[in-house]
């Protein structure tokens, strides 16, 4: 699978998780900002989760290197919060759980 495919899924899982957490998060509220809250960790979750590099992260998602690393360093310091660190860890095992099985069906 591409990084961009992968990249894309993520992003997909992550968007979904927002809309369902929104009312007991107060950072992913406003609709805006939700979106971007929403590829922040989806670029975070690529990274730390799935060990894809930064720069090509950035290439799936069409922006520039430093954006994810921006985007990697925001929401890493946002896991002071206890609330958002479970919703972040919940994102985490969906997307291992997710990628594990792919990884098993050899594809």
Same mark, same amino acid.
């Given at each position: &699978? %591409?990084?961009?495919?992968?990249?894309?899924?993520? +992003?997909?899982?992550?968007?979904?998780? /927002?809309?369902?957490?929104?009312? *007991?998060?107060?950072?992913?509220?406003?609709?805006?900002? %939700?979106? =971007?809250?929403? *590829? +922040?960790?989806? &670029?975070? /979750? =690529?990274?730390?989760?799935? @060990?894809?590099? @930064? %720069?090509?992260? #950035?290439? #799936?998602?069409?922006?520039? *290197?430093?954006?994810?690393?921006?985007?990697? %360093? /925001?929401?890493?310091?946002? *896991?002071?919060?206890?609330? !958002?660190?479970?919703?972040? $860890?919940?994102?985490?095992? &969906?997307?291992?759980?997710? !990628?594990? /099985? +792919? #990884? $098993?069906?050899?594809?």
């Amino acid at each position: &699978m %591409s990084t961009r495919l992968t990249c894309r899924l993520v +992003q997909n899982l992550t968007a979904e998780a /927002v809309l369902l957490a929104a009312d *007991r998060l107060p950072l992913l509220r406003d609709a805006r900002r %939700s979106r =971007c809250h929403a *590829r +922040q960790i989806a &670029m975070y /979750v =690529c990274h730390v989760v799935l @060990q894809i590099p @930064q %720069s090509d992260i #950035a290439k #799936a998602f069409e922006r520039d *290197r430093t954006t994810v690393r921006h985007a990697c %360093s /925001v929401v890493e310091d946002r *896991r002071d919060l206890a609330d !958002f660190d479970a919703f972040l $860890e919940t994102i985490e095992c &969906m997307v291992a759980s997710a !990628f594990a /099985v +792919q #990884a $098993e069906r050899g594809e």
